[in-house]
């Protein structure tokens, strides 16, 4: 478990360094949805069950918000909200330095 969390923070990491400033936190919850397609997670249900698998489609955006929501909790990532109620998502200067 603790790999699936270093990937996903160096996936945030990666994409936070190529914007100007903070990065909209769909962007990276939909990243998140993305990981487990591109690479090979133990946890994940395999294509041979369907019904697995469509349960799995159904909780995949339930558990990148929980991925989420423990990265920030643990101060990997930091959360803003703006006026417009949107939330902004931005690295900390001591997690740049992994």
Same mark, same amino acid.
Request: hydrophobic content about 40%.
């Given at each position: 478990?603790?790999?699936?969390?270093?990937?996903?923070?160096?996936?945030?990491?990666?994409? =936070? $360094? $190529? &914007?100007?400033?903070?990065?909209?936190?769909?962007?990276? !919850?939909?990243?998140?949805?993305?990981?487990?397609?591109?690479?090979?997670?133990?946890?994940?249900?395999?294509?041979?069950?369907?019904?697995?698998?469509?349960?799995?489609? +159904? &909780? !995949?955006?339930? +558990?990148?918000?929980?991925?989420?929501?423990?990265?920030?909790?643990?101060?990997?990532?930091?959360?803003?909200?703006?006026?417009? =109620? &949107?939330? $902004?998502?931005?690295?900390?200067?001591?997690?740049?330095?992994?």
């Amino acid at each position: 478990m603790k790999e699936l969390h270093v990937d996903l923070l160096f996936l945030a990491y990666d994409l =936070y $360094r $190529r &914007s100007i400033y903070t990065l909209p936190k769909e962007t990276i !919850i939909d990243l998140f949805c993305e990981y487990p397609e591109t690479a090979a997670i133990e946890d994940w249900p395999d294509e041979e069950n369907v019904s697995e698998a469509r349960e799995f489609d +159904r &909780s !995949i955006r339930g +558990r990148a918000n929980l991925l989420f929501r423990k990265l920030n909790e643990a101060g990997w990532l930091d959360q803003e909200q703006h006026p417009d =109620y &949107s939330f $902004r998502v931005l690295v900390p200067d001591y997690a740049l330095d992994l």
